[in-house]
């Protein structure tokens, strides 16, 4: 009988999706003060975050591009909006169709709530307006989503690109 060495445990990643600048610093500075124990990737848009998902053209690569373990979503953003991307996440198998997904937009209105549950988010949360709020929610989203919350793990083998 041969003994294997256990792999290391894979860093998780957390694919943040964001078209505004403004937010899009606000978040990356709260999410480096509150020292997520994870890998962030931010996208601009809703089609970047399909093909980086579906591990298409430059996100091909699974070693330097992984499927991530969590989605931070804003709803309204170009060419797909985040209740697209959710809509065309739970459509799909696994491991993509089950990755948790967590809206965090500007909109409180009941209709994108609903709609996003609806299509699947797992989380819906409304941006805080001030850094102070943020790093709060960062450190609620860090205790919840990678602390206390068990995260299916992609395997190895299901994240090749078809």
Do not use: C
Not at 28 to 44: E, F, Q, T, W
């Amino acid at each position: 009988m041969t003994h294997t060495e256990d792999a290391p445990e894979p860093v998780p990643v957390l694919l943040f999706v964001e078209d505004d600048p403004a937010d899009v610093q606000l978040i990356s500075r709260a999410i480096s003060k509150v020292d997520l124990p994870i890998r962030v990737v931010h996208l601009g848009d809703g089609d970047q975050a399909v093909n980086y998902l579906s591990g298409a053209g430059e996100y091909a690569d699974r070693e330097a591009h992984p499927v991530p373990w969590l989605v931070l979503l804003d709803i309204k953003m170009p060419r797909r909006s985040g209740l697209e991307v959710v809509q065309w996440m739970r459509e799909q198998s696994d491991p993509v169709g089950s990755i948790p997904v967590v809206m965090f937009t500007s909109s409180s209105h009941a209709v994108d709530v609903n709609t996003a549950y609806q299509y699947g988010a797992n989380s819906y949360l409304v941006k805080p307006e001030n850094y102070s709020q943020m790093l709060s929610t960062m450190n609620v989203l860090k205790t919840y989503w990678l602390q206390l919350n068990k995260l299916p793990r992609p395997s190895g083998a299901a994240h090749k690109p078809a």
